[in-house]
C-alpha cells in the first residue's frame, strides 16, 4: 500500500466533519468550516504560527488547518513515506477571512473594485443581454447551450486547478440544483422577457432574498423575522403588487401579467434550490461545482426546449448579430468571468458585503435597459423598484447586524440572472 496515500486518507478522516467533501484537492476547502468542528491541538499549532513567521499573521482557524498539515507531513515521517504531491501543491495564504486559495491573485484595493464592478455591472447587464439573445434565439436553447458551454468552461478551469473528479452523488446534487437554479430559475427569467421589459424582470428577481428569508423560517433553518425584516417583507411584495395591478389590464402583443407570474414562480423555485444548496453536500472546489451545476441545469434546459417544441423555431441563418454577439458575451462574460469575479469576492470579501449585487443588479439592469433597449421607466415602475430594492436591502443589512451572532442566510445567495 502506497503509505504517502495513507496519509492523505488520515487527514481526510480528521477532516470528515467538514461536509464529508472527499472528492477533490483539500485546499479547496474554506477553513472556517475545520474551524468550527476540528480539535485543536496547542503543540501543532504553534508550528504552524512559526509557518506563518508570527502567530499574529495567522488566525486560529488558520494554524488549525497548517496544524493538520504538519501531522499528516509528521505522520509520512515516521512511516517512512514521502508527502503527498497534494499537499505540495496547496498553497496557503494566510489571510484574515481564513480562506484557503489556488491560483487566485491576491486581494488589493484595486483588485476588490475591478471585482465588485464585474459583479455589479456584469450581473446586471445580462438581463439585457438575455433580451438581446432572444429576439431571434428560442428562449429555452438559447439559456441551455449557453450554460453547457459555461460549464464546460468552469469545468476545465477546475481540471487545471488538479480537480477534475466528482463523485455521483455530487452529480446527482448538482442535477437537483441545476433544475432549480438554472431550469427553474433562469428559465423563467429568460422566458419572462418575451413579455416584460429586462430591467422590470430584474426587478422582480430581486425578490429572491425576500423569499429566501419566508422559506427558510417556514423550513427551520432560520429564525422568525425580526420586526424589521416584517417590514421589508411587507415593502417588498407591496412594490411587487404596485408593478402586477396594472398588468392585469393591459391589452396589447405582449402580456406583462403573464411575464410577473412567470417570474414569481421562478424566484420561489430558484429560492428552494438556494436553500437546498446550503444543506447539500458539493464537490470541494467551487468551479467545479459550478461546472456541474450548470452542465446539468443547460442539459435540463435543452431538454425543454426540444419537448416545447423550440427545434423547429430554431434557423441559423436568421440570427441576427446582435442575437449572437449576446449569446458570447452571456457565456464568457455573464457566466464565466462574472461568477468567477462571484467565487473571488466570498474568498476575501464578507460574504454580506457580496450579497449586496442582490440589489445592485436590478438598478444596473433598470439603466441600460432604459440607455440601450429604449425601455419605459415609469413614475410607477419607479416607485416599485425603491420599495423592492429597498427592502432586500434593509433584509441583507439586518442579517449583516444579525451575523454577529449567527450567520445571514443571504449570504449563500447566487444570482437568478
Not at 507531513?73 to 481564513?98: F, K, Y
Not at 447587464?125 to 453547457?148: C, D, Q
Not at 401579467?257 to 453536500?281: E, N
Request: a positive charge; aromatic letters at 10%.
Amino acid at each position: 500500500m502506497d503509505r504517502s496515500d495513507f496519509c492523505w486518507r488520515e487527514l481526510y478522516r480528521r477532516l470528515d466533519h467538514v461536509d464529508r467533501w472527499r472528492d477533490g484537492s483539500i485546499a479547496a476547502v474554506p477553513v472556517a468550516f475545520q474551524a468550527r468542528r476540528i480539535k485543536r491541538t496547542p503543540s501543532l499549532e504553534l508550528k504552524a504560527a512559526e509557518h506563518c513567521g508570527t502567530p499574529k499573521r495567522c488566525r486560529p482557524s488558520d494554524r488549525i488547518f497548517l496544524a493538520l498539515r504538519f501531522e499528516v507531513r509528521r505522520c509520512c515521517a515516521a512511516l517512512g513515506a514521502e508527502p503527498c504531491n497534494r499537499l505540495h501543491s496547496a498553497r496557503l495564504l494566510c489571510r484574515g477571512d481564513a480562506t484557503l486559495s489556488l491560483s487566485m491573485a491576491a486581494p488589493t484595493k484595486a483588485r476588490m473594485i475591478v471585482a465588485f464592478a464585474a459583479l455589479y455591472v456584469i450581473w446586471g447587464s445580462t438581463y439585457l443581454g438575455i433580451r438581446f439573445a432572444i429576439e431571434t434565439m428560442p428562449p429555452f436553447l438559447m439559456a441551455g447551450a449557453r450554460f453547457v458551454l459555461a460549464g464546460l468552461i468552469m469545468y476545465a478551469i477546475a481540471w487545471s486547478q488538479g480537480i477534475g473528479k466528482s463523485s455521483w452523488a455530487n452529480w446527482r446534487t448538482s442535477l437537483i440544483i441545476g433544475a432549480c437554479l438554472l431550469l427553474g430559475g433562469n428559465g423563467g427569467v429568460t422566458i419572462s422577457e418575451q413579455y416584460i421589459d429586462s430591467g422590470l424582470a430584474a426587478v422582480i428577481v430581486a425578490i429572491v432574498p425576500i423569499y429566501i428569508v419566508l422559506l427558510g423560517w417556514a423550513m427551520g433553518m432560520a429564525p422568525r423575522p425580526t420586526p424589521i425584516i416584517w417590514l421589508a417583507l411587507a415593502g417588498g411584495f407591496a412594490g411587487v403588487g404596485i408593478l402586477f395591478g396594472p398588468a392585469l389590464y393591459f391589452h396589447g402583443g405582449r402580456s406583462p401579467a403573464l411575464g410577473i407570474s412567470i417570474l414569481l414562480v421562478s424566484t420561489f423555485i430558484w429560492s428552494a434550490g438556494s436553500l437546498y444548496s446550503r444543506v447539500a453536500k458539493h464537490a470541494a472546489s467551487p468551479f467545479l461545482t459550478a461546472a456541474q451545476q450548470m452542465v446539468c441545469g443547460g442539459l435540463l434546459l435543452l431538454f425543454a426546449g426540444v419537448v416545447t417544441g423550440e427545434l423547429p423555431r430554431l434557423h441559423p441563418a436568421s440570427i441576427s448579430i446582435l442575437s449572437v454577439g449576446s449569446f458570447i458575451y452571456l457565456v464568457l462574460i455573464g457566466a464565466v468571468v462574472g461568477y468567477t469575479a462571484y467565487i473571488w469576492l466570498l474568498r476575501y470579501c464578507e460574504p454580506a458585503k457580496v450579497a449586496t449585487y442582490a440589489y445592485v443588479n436590478p438598478i444596473v439592469a433598470v439603466l441600460l435597459g432604459t440607455l440601450f433597449a429604449g425601455e419605459t421607466l415609469t413614475s410607477r415602475t419607479l416607485i416599485a423598484a425603491g420599495l423592492i430594492i429597498g427592502s432586500v436591502a434593509l433584509v441583507i443589512t439586518a442579517q449583516q447586524l444579525r451575523a454577529r451572532v449567527e450567520p445571514p442566510i443571504s449570504a449563500a445567495l447566487e444570482p437568478a440572472d
